[in-house]
């Protein structure tokens, strides 16, 4: 029985040594939770595009260990894994970052946020998440890869800022990008280190999120019900 072309990215990607990832250009990664995994098996052919995916969450990496006997480890877009050692990579080797995330207010604030913990973090530009029409998403695709930065943040929602990178992949982009979710709202609202460590430890991310932002609520109750049920079944029948 093969595996499922999700799960196989997630297999497939390289997640303990993660600076090998930093060192490897002309790649775009992305990464899946329970809620995302769903809209992700709708999409199938546009997240198999993507060089690498990642399990973000210890229910998704709990589900592949269980369901496919195959040990992965968590990584997300945040202070508590992936974040902080791309930001010190970037600081230290002096490779620009672009951001394109949330709102406008949100990015600028989060720009300084990460100026103040990362004063050598060279900013090769930013702007918010939201375009107009797909002419300026076009747009401002050309103006990153003219750009050039050696990474690219995106934070759009699920599939939104999957079909993001991919565009500006598509349009010449020879960097490495990575999708960040909520990482940069979290972030501007001062709240960079936005789990506290033992709810970190205790894997408890998703419950203190659901208290801190009320909207994740009911999307993360449907996956709770809808998740396993077809993450059981696309193992077996899918």
Same mark, same amino acid.
């Given at each position: 029985?093969?595996?499922?072309?999700?799960? #196989?990215?997630?297999?497939?990607?390289?997640?303990?040594?993660?600076?090998?990832? !930093?060192?490897?250009?002309?790649?775009?990664?992305?990464?899946?939770?329970?809620?995302?995994?769903?809209?992700?098996?709708?999409? $199938?052919?546009?997240?198999?595009? !993507?060089?690498?995916?990642?399990?973000?969450?210890?229910?998704?990496?709990?589900?592949?260990?269980?369901?496919?006997?195959?040990?992965?480890?968590?990584?997300?877009?945040? *202070?508590?894994?992936?974040?902080?050692?791309?930001?010190? @990579?970037?600081?230290?080797?002096? #490779?620009?970052?672009?951001?394109?995330?949330?709102?406008?207010?949100?990015?600028?604030?989060?720009? #300084?946020?990460?100026?103040?913990?990362?004063?050598?973090?060279?900013?090769?530009?930013?702007?918010?998440?939201? !375009?107009?029409?797909?002419?300026? *998403?076009?747009?401002?695709?050309?103006?990153?890869?003219?750009?050039?930065? @050696?990474?690219?943040?995106?934070?759009?929602?699920?599939?939104?800022?999957?079909?993001?990178?991919?565009?500006? $992949?598509?349009?010449?982009?020879?960097?490495?990008?990575?999708?960040?979710?909520? !990482?940069?709202?979290?972030?501007?609202?001062?709240?960079?280190?936005?789990?506290?460590?033992?709810?970190?430890? *205790?894997?408890?991310?998703?419950?203190?999120?659901?208290?801190?932002?009320?909207?994740?609520? $009911?999307?993360?109750?449907?996956?709770?019900?809808?998740?396993?049920?077809?993450?059981?079944?696309?193992?077996?029948?899918?």
């Amino acid at each position: 029985m093969t595996n499922p072309i999700l799960v #196989k990215k997630i297999l497939h990607t390289p997640s303990e040594d993660i600076f090998s990832i !930093f060192e490897t250009s002309n790649k775009i990664y992305t990464f899946l939770n329970p809620v995302s995994y769903l809209v992700a098996m709708e999409n $199938k052919p546009l997240f198999a595009e !993507f060089d690498g995916i990642f399990a973000d969450g210890s229910i998704l990496v709990t589900a592949i260990n269980a369901i496919y006997g195959k040990q992965v480890i968590r990584r997300s877009f945040d *202070m508590t894994s992936l974040a902080p050692k791309l930001f010190e @990579y970037a600081e230290k080797d002096g #490779k620009p970052i672009y951001i394109v995330a949330s709102k406008q207010e949100q990015v600028e604030a989060a720009m #300084k946020i990460f100026k103040e913990r990362y004063p050598k973090l060279v900013i090769a530009g930013y702007r918010n998440g939201y !375009f107009s029409s797909d002419t300026e *998403m076009d747009a401002e695709a050309k103006h990153i890869v003219e750009t050039n930065p @050696y990474f690219l943040i995106v934070g759009m929602g699920a599939l939104m800022q999957e079909k993001f990178l991919l565009k500006v $992949k598509h349009a010449g982009f020879k960097g490495i990008g990575f999708t960040c979710g909520g !990482f940069i709202h979290q972030t501007a609202k001062n709240e960079i280190d936005y789990y506290p460590a033992w709810v970190d430890k *205790m894997n408890l991310r998703f419950v203190y999120r659901m208290y801190k932002e009320p909207h994740t609520r $009911k999307r993360y109750l449907q996956a709770a019900f809808i998740f396993p049920v077809k993450f059981i079944w696309e193992r077996f029948f899918g």
